[in-house]
């Protein structure tokens, strides 16, 4: 399934039967004195069906799993980097460092994290900034940094006491050796097992934030008679459920589809981080 994401991912836009230039179709013709408006249901011309721009939707989801994906990624990659380091440092559970870790969780675990993202991303401040897309990235990387710290911590507090690092200290083993050497070898499969399994949380969470309309990289844009409307530029998945409520009624294929590809990359991702999980453990047996 991974390499099946991957694929469409990269060699998508590709493929023949794929509308890279997404064009609109707002009204067909299907024969004398009849005419059809968007949004069209799934037919031989429309396999997945059409948005309400008239777009074909498999299109949309195949060019948007790059944006999709990018923004899932950035987001894991960048907790983790700050993660990593927190949690090797704050291995002997004593100090300044564990201290934030332990309080850096409990803060952001005591509320669900949907609802603590969605206040972060609706503060005026951000709604309105030229960065707000890099901005909402590393806010949401940011908020479950001592979740993944907590993890890293107690892995690394575990590992501490083992017999071969004790030796290292013995021998006089520098600590950029022994974080290098020992520690984070010794560390990796938790790291990137629960890698994965992040990249599925943050799958779900950018698909629930489109449900009560929040998006990472929406403008303010002008609109006729004066009004202002916040749109969403960004094709990933996220972009086409941001009516689901309206359009399960008329037209459930526009977020059906888009959150179904959600869902099997959650799955996706949560499978490879368990399958990355059982191989490191038969090689350590």
């Known amino acids: ?36 408006s968007a949004p069209f ?47 090797l440092l704050g291995m002997r559970n004593k100090g300044f460092i564990s201290w934030l870790i332990k309080w850096w969780n409990q803060v952001f675990s005591s509320f669900p994290i949907i609802f603590t993202i969605a206040l972060a991303l609706t503060l005026p401040f951000l709604l309105l900034h030229e960065h707000r897309f890099y901005l909402t990235i590393i806010i949401i990387a940011l908020i479950e940094v001592g ?3 907590l993890i890293i911590q107690q892995e690394a507090n575990y590992i501490s006491k083992k017999t071969y690092i ?22 990796f499969p938790s790291i990137i097992v629960n890698f994965f399994i992040d990249a599925g949380r943050v799958s779900i969470l950018i698909g629930q934030l489109a449900i009560i309309n929040i998006f990472l990289s929406q403008e303010l844009v002008q609109q006729a008679a004066g009004a ?47 399958g990355i999980r059982q191989h490191f453990n038969r090689h350590l047996q």
């Open 41 to 87: 249901p799934p037919s031989e011309k429309f396999p997945l069906g059409s948005d309400r721009d008239g777009r074909d939707l498999l299109s949309l989801l195949v060019i948007g799993a790059k944006d999709t994906f990018t923004l899932i990624f950035s987001i894991v990659i960048i907790r983790y980097i700050v993660s990593i380091p927190l949690g």
């Open 228 to 274: 202002s409307e916040f749109v969403n530029k960004s094709f990933d998945w996220s972009t086409l459920i941001r009516e689901a409520r309206r359009d399960l009624m008329t037209a459930f294929w526009i977020p059906f589809y888009p959150m179904l590809a959600i869902v099997v990359s959650t799955l996706t991702f949560n499978l490879l981080g368990e």
């Open 147 to 149: 979740r993944v710290s």
């Open 1 to 36: 399934m991974a390499g099946i994401l991957a694929f469409f991912t990269f060699f998508g836009p590709y493929l023949p039967f794929v509308d890279t230039e997404l064009k609109a179709e707002r009204v067909i013709f299907p024969g004398p004195g009849k005419i059809i």
């Open 166 to 187: 004790e030796a290292g200290i013995t021998v006089g083993v520098s600590p950029l050796k022994m974080m290098t050497s020992y520690y984070l070898p010794n560390l």
